[in-house]
């Protein structure tokens, strides 16, 4: 984590047509380390992103030019950057789309500084990830072995059927990314079953039940209302 | 340009009586021009004069007046026209023909432009509603950017304010005001918006099905910074409670029946929230230990600002409206009861006769 933000500065690209916006973004991103540039429309920010390299990049759904859509879809087709969505409260079919776009999150709006820099963080540190990939990783006092397909808890083995393994394997590798129920459904169940959210409803309860400290309040595995879950590290 | 001029005249032969009026005017001039110009236009050319005037009434208005038109050019042609003239007789078959045709082809050509045009109509009013609906939804869009945007704003910058250390504790205490204030308007904000999209028919619901525990947990989640000091007993026996639902539109209703519970009764005491299974229905609960509701008021606490005489400052008016439109929205409904053992109770239910198709396996 330490090396990632304190030895580099790193680069954040702001894309959002509202000044107030990009002033109060540009001023919490600066105050911890990144050095920012700003678009305020989606042809500007493709046009900058192509002149300079970026670490990261704040992305608003709605701007005036094309929409954040397709300016995600755009940069997805060159680069692997993390893409974070900046959106309203009542958009998530929106915030599913780009989700199943290739963003790595979204914050909604109002947000609090705390929040944006949490994801900002958890989306460079998967980024980072991705390079090298750790077989056994503790969450609490849970440890996921994945080069030997073992998970206990408080060093007591916990059985699991395969399928209740693939989903845990798949929040562990995408940990502190929010998954859409079609993403999951499509990696666990395959694609002729996208559709079956019952599937997953009882299988993320069944992991809590196993896996949670109290499963009635959960804090692994997250529910992202009418999204998805997260899998959270802490 | 031909489209103004249409309504136009559309709108002019919108009562009946014009239409026939119409309809009869438009035989009698061609009738005229047929009479005036016998010695150059024949009975056959005439009876063409007579479709084209047909078709061009059809364009404009109904059936019926149209229909009318058609027999009455028939009768007027073959009495007036047809040899011999001044009678109903005909000379030989080519004749017969020629008026036979006639009839049918008038005949065929009003019904098949009224119809035509029946479509054409519907069409146009689709159109019509499906642009307003959209102009509806871009308008709430952006007024819902349009408060937002400072909203993040104001809530950003005190966060950050914070976090940047160095503040005196009234500093502290005066950040506060601003954040809990923020934090304020906008619930107002999201009521408002929700209302306004139940009121103008613009809320969408994405049923799916969801499980009971996920949204009673997200909804607490969500009313966690208005509990006010209450405890929370959530009570859901062991194993899947599965409907179809709109997680987010039940989110907010049940957020809204907590922070109901939460606002109106004493502080300290509990607010019990529970999910079962009742006659093939889900039955989402929220029940609170306040002084329950008064008699004759049970009926109208879902209506929009409603207020019991007594209830304490807080909120607009919208929250258990807001409960009702969207759990109607997704086929359910609401109730409002008073518990045995005191108290109110918020009763959502959730048609779930058809239960989902599980997977089987073992460890």
């Not at chain 2, 438009?26 to 236009?41: K, R």
């Not at chain 2, 432009?113 to 308008?139: D, F, P, V, Y």
Request: with cysteine; net charge negative.
């Amino acid at each position: 984590m330490n090396d990632l933000t304190s030895t580099t500065e790193l680069s954040a690209l702001v894309i959002d047509d509202e000044p107030q916006i990009q002033r109060l973004v540009t001023t919490v991103l600066e105050a911890n380390g990144y050095r920012v540039a700003t678009a305020s429309s989606g042809a500007e920010g493709l046009a900058t992103l192509v002149q300079q390299r970026q670490d990261l990049i704040l992305l608003d759904l709605g701007l005036p030019d094309i929409s954040g859509i397709a300016v995600l879809k755009r940069l997805r087709e060159w680069t692997q950057t993390p893409v974070v969505i900046l959106t309203v409260h009542d958009g998530e079919p929106e915030k599913i789309e780009a989700l199943d776009s290739g963003a790595d999150d979204y914050v909604t709006k109002p947000f609090s500084s705390g929040e944006l820099l949490a994801r900002l963080r958890a989306a460079l540190r998967r980024a980072d990830r991705n390079k090298a990939e750790e077989p056994v990783q503790r969450f609490g006092n849970i440890t996921v072995n994945l080069a030997a397909r073992l998970v206990t808890r408080e060093n007591q083995a916990v059985k699991l059927t395969s399928t209740e393994y693939s989903l845990l394997r798949l929040f562990v590798q995408h940990v502190g990314k929010v998954l859409t129920h079609r993403q999951v459904l499509r990696e666990v169940w395959g694609p002729e079953h996208e559709q079956k959210t019952q599937y997953l409803r009882v299988y993320v309860q069944r992991l809590r039940d196993k896996l949670e400290p109290n499963p009635d309040s959960p804090v692994f595995f997250l529910t992202e209302s009418g999204i998805g879950y997260r899998f959270s590290a802490s | 340009m031909w489209f103004t001029f249409n309504n136009r005249i559309r709108t002019f032969l919108a009562p009946a009586w014009r239409q026939y009026a119409a309809a009869i005017l438009a035989v009698v001039v061609v009738s005229a021009i047929g009479f005036l110009f016998q010695d150059w236009v024949n009975y056959q050319t005439l009876a063409m004069f007579y479709l084209i005037a047909q078709v061009l009434l059809a364009l404009v208005v109904g059936r019926w007046p149209t229909l009318l038109a058609a027999v009455l050019s028939a009768i007027i042609w073959e009495y007036v026209f047809v040899p011999p003239m001044y009678s109903f007789e005909l000379e030989g078959l080519y004749d017969e023909m020629t008026v036979l045709t006639y009839c049918v082809v008038a005949l065929v050509a009003s019904e098949l432009t009224a119809r035509l045009r029946a479509h054409q109509e519907t069409e146009l009013k689709a159109q019509l509603l499906s642009e307003s609906e959209k102009l509806g939804r871009t308008l709430l869009n952006s007024v819902s950017h349009e408060f937002r945007t400072p909203l993040s704003a104001i809530l950003g910058a005190t966060a950050n304010l914070r976090a940047q250390g160095g503040i005196s504790a009234s500093q502290d205490r005066l950040i506060g005001e601003i954040e809990s204030a923020g934090a304020r308007l906008n619930r107002i904000v999201q009521s408002l918006l929700s209302a306004a999209r139940l009121q103008g028919g613009q809320l969408q619901t994405r049923m799916d099905w969801c499980e009971a525990r996920d949204v009673i947990n997200a909804s607490l989640r969500e009313s966690a910074g208005l509990l006010n000091g209450h405890p929370i007993e959530t009570k859901i026996a062991a194993g899947p409670h599965l409907a179809r639902m709109d997680f987010v539109l039940m989110q907010q209703a049940l957020s809204n029946l907590i922070a109901n519970a939460a606002i109106h009764t004493p502080s300290g005491t509990p607010i019990e929230v529970s999910a079962r299974f009742e006659d093939k229905q889900l039955l989402l609960q929220v029940a609170d230990r306040g002084p329950g509701l008064p008699a004759g008021q049970k009926e109208h606490v879902f209506d929009a600002f409603r207020r019991l005489p007594n209830a304490k400052p807080g909120g607009v008016g919208l929250g258990l409206a807001i409960v009702k439109g969207f759990v109607e929205a997704q086929g359910g409904r609401v109730a409002a009861a008073n518990g045995t053992n005191g108290g109110a109770i918020f009763n959502i239910w959730m048609p779930a006769a058809d239960n989902p198709e599980l997977p089987e396996e073992t460890l």
